[in-house]
C-alpha cells in the first residue's frame, strides 16, 4: 500500500484558498464599484412650435340607420306570399306579402248581408211612417200609433249604421291583407315567410329610406358627459375596415342616465356619413369627440409640465416651464420661464408667454445613464 505525501499536498491547497478570496475580493469590489458608478444626465427637449390644440374625448357605441320604417301587420292570419327579399329596393305602396283572407271575406259577406236586410228594413220602415202620417191626417191612427212608427225607424236607422260600421271595419280589414311599403327605400330585416302565423303588432320588415346617412349611439362617461355638446365632431372607427376614419356630428345628447356594471353613462346621437355604403346596422365603432379645439396658437407638449431638474414644492397646476439655456455652463443646462397656460390638449398645452418663442428649446425628460 503506498503513503500519501502530505507535503506535497498541503501548498496545492493553500493555493487553492488563496484564488478563491482573490475571486471574492475583485467581485465584492466591481459590486462596490458598480453602485458608486458615475451617472450622466441627458436632458431630452421639445421645441416651442405654432399649431393645433385638440381636447378629445374617447367613447365607443353602436350604428343604426336612420329614417327606417317597421312594417307590423294590423290583422291576425296566415301568411299567403311573399314577393320581396333581403336587400331588395321597394317602391312606396309596392305590395310585400299578402295574408290569407278566407275567413275575412266571409265575415265581410256576413255583414254586408245584414246591412242589405237593414237596409231594406229601413226602406220598409221609413214607407211605414208616411202611410201612417197619412192616416193619422185623416184620423183613422191615434197620435200614439203614428209615434210607434217613427221609433221603430228609428231603432231600424240606429241598427243600419251598426252594420255600416262593421262593413267598414271588415274592408279595412281585407286592405290590411295587403301589406304594402309604406316608404320607397331598402328592406333590411324580413320576419316573414310563407305560411307564417301573423298576428297583430307582428314586426314583418324593416325598411330603411337612404342609407348613406346613419346614426352612431356612443356611451359617454358621466365623468365626460359635461364636455359633449351637440355639434361637436367625431372621427370613429370600425373593426371591418380599420384603416378608414369615418366622421359625424354630435346632433342630441341625451339626459337619461344609464348604469352599465356599476358605472354612470349618458347617450349621444351622431349622425354621420355612409356615401361609399361600408357602415352597416349594429357594427360596434371606436370614437373620438373633440371636446374643443385651438388653431394656429403656441404650444409645448404636455410633458413639458411634468418634468424638473430640481425639487419643486408640488403644484399640480403649475405655470411655468423649463427652457433650454443658450451656450451656459452651469450644474443645470434649463432655467425657469413663466407661461400663461390656455387650452391643454391631448398632447399639447396652449402657452404665452413674453419670454418664449417658436422654436425655443422646452425640457421634456430627464434620462440617466449610469457607467462602472
Not at 450622466?40 to 374625448?57: C, L, N, P, Q, S
Not at 330585416?189 to 298576428?199: F, Q, T, Y
Amino acid at each position: 500500500m503506498s503513503k500519501i505525501n502530505l507535503s506535497r499536498l498541503i501548498p496545492r491547497k493553500k493555493s487553492m484558498i488563496a484564488i478563491a478570496v482573490a475571486a471574492a475580493v475583485l467581485l465584492i469590489y466591481l459590486l462596490i464599484r458598480g453602485c458608486s458608478g458615475s451617472s450622466d444626465v441627458v436632458y431630452r427637449y421639445e421645441k416651442v412650435t405654432k399649431g393645433d390644440v385638440v381636447k378629445t374625448v374617447s367613447v365607443t357605441g353602436s350604428l343604426d340607420v336612420l329614417n327606417s320604417y317597421r312594417v307590423m301587420s294590423k290583422i291576425n292570419g296566415v301568411v299567403n306570399r311573399v314577393f320581396v327579399d333581403f336587400n331588395q329596393v321597394v317602391a312606396r305602396g309596392q305590395i310585400l306579402a299578402t295574408v290569407d283572407s278566407t275567413e275575412i271575406d266571409q265575415e265581410m259577406s256576413r255583414v254586408l248581408a245584414q246591412l242589405e236586410r237593414a237596409r231594406l228594413d229601413l226602406a220598409g220602415a221609413r214607407a211605414d211612417i208616411e202611410t201612417k202620417k197619412d192616416l193619422y191626417r185623416e184620423n183613422l191612427i191615434s197620435r200614439k200609433d203614428l209615434e210607434q212608427a217613427e221609433l221603430n225607424y228609428k231603432k231600424i236607422a240606429a241598427q243600419y249604421r251598426q252594420f255600416q260600421v262593421e262593413y267598414e271595419i271588415a274592408m279595412r280589414n281585407k286592405s290590411y291583407t295587403r301589406i304594402s311599403s309604406p316608404a320607397s327605400g331598402t328592406i333590411i330585416s324580413m320576419e316573414i315567410r310563407p305560411m307564417d302565423v301573423v298576428s297583430v303588432n307582428k314586426a314583418l320588415f324593416v325598411i330603411v329610406e337612404d342609407m348613406r346617412k346613419m346614426y352612431l349611439t356612443i356611451n359617454v362617461d358621466e365623468s365626460d358627459i359635461g364636455k359633449i355638446a351637440r355639434g361637436q365632431r367625431v372621427t370613429f372607427t370600425v373593426s371591418a375596415f380599420p384603416g378608414s376614419v369615418f366622421e359625424g356630428k354630435i346632433d342630441q345628447v341625451r339626459l337619461n342616465p344609464i348604469a352599465q356594471q356599476g358605472l354612470v353613462v349618458y347617450q349621444a346621437i351622431v349622425i354621420c356619413e355612409n356615401s361609399e355604403m361600408k357602415l352597416k346596422p349594429g357594427m360596434t365603432a371606436t370614437a373620438t369627440v373633440v371636446v374643443d379645439k385651438k388653431e394656429g396658437v403656441m404650444r409645448v407638449h404636455n410633458e413639458a409640465f411634468i418634468v424638473s431638474p430640481v425639487e419643486v414644492s408640488g403644484d399640480l397646476n403649475r405655470q411655468f416651464v423649463w427652457k433650454k439655456r443658450g451656450g451656459v455652463a452651469d450644474s443645470i443646462p434649463v432655467k425657469k420661464v413663466g407661461v400663461k397656460t390656455g387650452l391643454v390638449g391631448d398632447a399639447f398645452t396652449e402657452v404665452s408667454s413674453e419670454k418664449l418663442k417658436v422654436g425655443d428649446e422646452i425640457l421634456v425628460r430627464i434620462e440617466k445613464k449610469f457607467k462602472l
